[in-house]
Each structure stands twice: as C-alpha cells, then as structure tokens.
C-alpha cells in the first residue's frame, strides 16, 4: 500500500494562532483546506491511502465531523496523535506511516498544498528511478533546502532499516533543533537525510 500523511492541528505557536492574526484566519486556516483537500487527493491520487494524522484540539472544527464522515465512507484514514508536542514536531507525524510494515511507499504533505497532476507525474519518475528519497521543489523560495516536510516521499523499507519511531524521537529530542520555531521539520529531515 502506498499512503500520503497530513499533520492537522493547532498549535499555540503557529503564526495563525496568535493574537495579532486577522480575526478571520485565527484558528482557522487550515481547516478550510479539509474538503478540497480529499476531492483533489481521491482525482490524483486515488490509488493511494489518504492519511491524516491529528491532534485533539481540532476535534472542535466542524469539518473534523466531515473527516468522521469521510473515514466512514473509506475515503481517508484518521489517526488520533493526542496533544502536538510543538510547532513543527506535529509536523513529523507525516513520517510515521513508513513504520507500518504494509506501507510501501509514504509521501509527506502540507494541508494547505492541494495534490496537481503535476506532482503525481513528478512522484511517477521518482518511483520509475527508484531511489529511497523524493524531494519535490516547485517556488524559487524553496531554494537551497535539499527536503522540504511537506514536499518529500520515502520508500518505507529503506527508512525502516535506517530508524524506528523511538530512534526518531531520541534523535529528535537529542538534535538541539527547536522544534516550536517554522522550519524545525525541515531542519530535522535534512540532519537526519544528509541534506544539511
């Protein structure tokens, strides 16, 4: 089975949590993404598992009835995190689908980036050339960071031989990355993946 993992949750340090954020995207901005986030997954990706990893505070969003709804229907696949630990270490979540031993393939994705026919013909090559790490670039402000936390894929057997959850989280706790400051995904994968 080849899945594509989300993180959606609510952290008190995310720049749309904060008091000085427009009252109209305060807490809000992700969830807006929910419902054409699944049409678009199931149009370009519907061979592969939807996969949403989540933290209990956005329970409260009328669209995590939906996602209910939706994992009821077979079209994704929740799984509850309990509270983010922090910023970008939610972020990390993505990853955890490479340790179930029936995934194949895992690709990380941000909420807010919906899936193009571009991108699933990108994925494609990088399946065809066979290499263990996919790492996507589509903006000039991608430049100069190897993986991007929401742009990069894995062949799950490859990462499982290289770490399990518990190594990733000793490796995360002892990697002096703060993990609360945008970025600390991106900084970790590249660590890790050889990219920094």
Request: one cysteine or more; charged letters at 25%; proline letters at 6%.
């Amino acid at each position: 089975m080849n899945v594509i993992a989300y993180a959606f949750y609510r952290s008190p340090k995310s720049e749309y949590e904060r008091a000085d954020c427009a009252s109209a995207t305060r807490g809000n901005f992700f969830r807006t993404y929910i419902r054409p986030l699944v049409r678009a997954h199931h149009s370009v990706w519907p061979d592969w598992e939807l996969r949403i990893h989540h933290d209990d505070r956005v329970r409260e969003f009328p669209e995590f009835a939906l996602l209910e709804r939706y994992e009821a229907a077979g079209l994704v696949r929740l799984v509850a995190m309990g509270e983010a630990p922090s910023l970008t270490g939610a972020m990390l979540w993505r990853l955890l689908p490479a340790f179930d031993p029936e995934v194949e393939l895992l690709l990380c994705r941000d909420l807010d980036s919906l899936p193009q026919p571009r991108e699933r013909v990108a994925v494609e090559r990088w399946i065809a050339i066979g290499k263990p790490i996919s790492g996507l670039h589509d903006s000039t402000s991608h430049h100069g960071t190897a993986l991007l936390g929401g742009m990069c894929g894995f062949r799950c057997d490859w990462l499982r031989h290289l770490m399990t959850p518990e190594s990733m989280r000793e490796a995360m706790a002892i990697s002096g990355i703060d993990f609360d400051r945008k970025g600390g995904d991106q900084h970790f994968l590249n660590a890790i993946f050889g990219g920094d």
